[in-house]
């Protein structure tokens, strides 16, 4: 009977790693499409840092002509 045992305690043992895996397999999902949703933000912010700056340099540039 020992053998019984074994292989039902394996069992529910490889159940429940199963429905670790799917659960971790479910949590990924859910991080992937939030760091690509982040990640297209943050591409929008620094491309908008960018101009600001270009434009701040830009006008700067247009000053000192000015003044000098």
Do not use: H, W
């Not at 074994?6 to 069992?11: I, M, N, V």
């Amino acid at each position: 009977m020992p053998k019984l045992r074994e292989l039902f305690a394996s069992q529910q043992r490889l159940l429940q790693q199963a429905r670790e895996i799917e659960e971790l397999k479910q949590q990924l999902t859910v991080l992937q499409m939030q760091n690509d949703s982040m990640r297209e933000g943050m591409r929008r912010c620094v491309s908008c840092d960018y101009r600001i700056d270009y434009k701040s340099r830009q006008d700067q540039a247009v000053n000192k002509g000015l003044i000098d």
